[in-house]
Nanobody, 119 residues
Framework: QVQLVESGGGLVQAGGSLRLSCAAS????????TAWFRQAPAKERDFVAS????????DYVDSVKGRFIISRDFTKNTVYLQMNSLRPEDTAVYYC????????????WGQGTQVTVSS
């Protein structure tokens, strides 16, 4: 099992920045990739960004390209999401997720952290 704990959410004005953290514990050697998803009120949970655990390949949804940066720190088993130039439409609960090799399904999820961007 892998446990994921997010932190770093909060309230920020439009144009501001936040950095989310996702600390992984447990069988982290099973992790192939981690990702951030977000869910706004009354909407589905959407993919935001992902990064492979070993190779560092990153992918982003178009709406955050150039504004968000996903990264990972092996020494701390932590994945970060640096969010810049935040917009009110970025307001959502942000979830960290992880998946193992041989699957595209994210099996492990954190509890989520709220990000609110005021206009």
């Amino acid at each position: 099992q892998v446990q994921l704990v997010e932190s770093g959410g909060g309230l920020v004005q439009a144009g501001g920045s936040l950095r989310l953290s996702c600390a992984a514990s447990g069988r982290t050697f099973n992790i192939y990739a981690t990702a951030w998803f977000r869910q706004a009120p009354a909407k589905e949970r959407d993919f935001v960004a992902s990064i492979t655990w070993s190779g560092g390949r990153a992918d982003y949804v178009d709406s955050v390209k150039g504004r968000f940066i996903i990264s990972r720190d092996f020494t701390k088993n932590t994945v970060y999401l640096q969010m810049n130039s935040l917009r009110p439409e970025d307001t959502a609960v942000y979830y960290c997720a992880a998946r193992g090799t041989g699957t595209y399904k994210y099996d492990y999820w954190g509890q989520g952290t709220q990000v609110t961007v005021s206009s």
